[in-house]
DNA sequence: ACTGTGCATATGTCAGTACATAGCGTTGAC
DNA sequence: GTCAACGCTATGTACTGACATATGCACAGT
């Protein structure tokens, strides 16, 4: 059995270009289950009929899904719905924002925060050496449990955040009210023994390693948003992350 | 000072397509450096005239460049070179792509190498838990020095590698050659101290720890091409990666 | 029963055109 | 002299039309 006619309404008068009205609504019909996986999908050219809409049209749409992993176009055979497996999700997200989603109740304590310079962090953020940044150290724990200790430096353009909003909020979903958009982030991960403070901080023995992230985030200029400096328990915690070539 | 024509040639008798053509000599442009970040871009109806293409077939060409991050486009104002710190690399390769392009010189000893049954493994790669599976154990070194230790499953149909074929190139190369393409993985990193062999075999003390990486791979359907669980020594890898939401 | 050819199908590429809209500079009115 | 309105420019969206080509299947010939 195929293609229920699968209801899509299109809005002429809105902004919002008809590409993307498109794309969102099948979107929610894969992500709600309507659209299973391997389902096939109504072709191109019959669904452009169907809506009134040009083949390019719904070939963008469609574009947009396949570039997100929800589809797969093979020539000759048709669309269909991808395996759950391959379907992406967002990827530059702050810990905060991670603990959160997955149930848990993270809080923050903030452990230092002050104004000073910092070669490598400047180097990083692009800026002269002896530019002055905020430089805040805080301690994340998750259900009471220590889990992190989170080093950050920020340009001076940022350096209104406050002691209290950073203890409340993460700071990506601080940035982002500030109408700043980190889209790119190079990132570094090791490994290495904790220092004497880390132990104490983290409640942790000597012979329990620690995991390492460096970050470096910049919006879609290129210009220096954050420079963090993360050590993490390795026992609550890994990076899980999905990349892909598409 | 603008604008110098910057020769691109396009050859229609390729069976390339003429975006695709476009695109790649106008990345070279960049990255080679005639196109500086800051540039101003000539724009695309002059751009497709001068070439005798259509403005689509421009305009797709330079929206795979932004997609790669290596120009914005600013309506009202035109395209010009992003900065460089933005600018996307490929990211799904193996440790031993990534020693060769830095250039170490990376060698293989394959450990051991048997088909067996690992439930873990099974069912990762989607398969019934007793399918029997090739699994490889590898070490890796690099310059004379070890570096890590690779655990690899793969699914049967993948069971043909022999150990002359893993002891001289990567993994990942070997499998692009029998047609196969992972194209997203999901990766977990953590931390941990090592165990005695792998003491051995690395030929660290044992209050070095150890960065751990498993991988799950699979293709563009969602097939699973290939479960790892890698070990590295912290003191000479870190894991370096870009992540973008675009 | 087996094999290879050809057709139908659906996506892939490309051209040409039209109009909408965001940014920026300039002009012109007050 | 200040500021709003206008117009220019380059990208953003959308349509029509055409031809190329990979894939699977049915059918015909052996």
Redesign the interface.
Known sequence: MTAQPLSVTIDRSSPVPLYHQLAQQLSAAISSGVLQ?GDPFENETALAQRLRLSRPTVRRAIGELVDH?LL?RRRGLGTTV?????H?R???TSLFDDLQRSGRTPQTTVLSMETTTDERAAAAL?LPAGTPLLAVVRLRTADGSPLAVLHNWLPPALSDLTETELAIRGLYALLRERGVKP???????????PTATERKHLKIRG?????TMSRMA?D?????IEFGDHAYR?DG??????????
């Not at 991808?82 to 391959?86: I, L």
């Not at 879609?220 to 220096?224: L, R, V």
């Not at 915690?237 to 598409?246: F, K, P, S």
């Open positions: 996986p992993g797969v991808a395996s759950r497996k391959v992406r967002a990827e530059l692009d889209v790119v982030a190079r990132q570094s991960i090791g490994a290495r023994m012979s329990q390693p620690l995991l910049f879609a200029q290129g210009g220096g390795s915690y890994t990076i899980n992350l999905m990349i892909d070539e598409r």
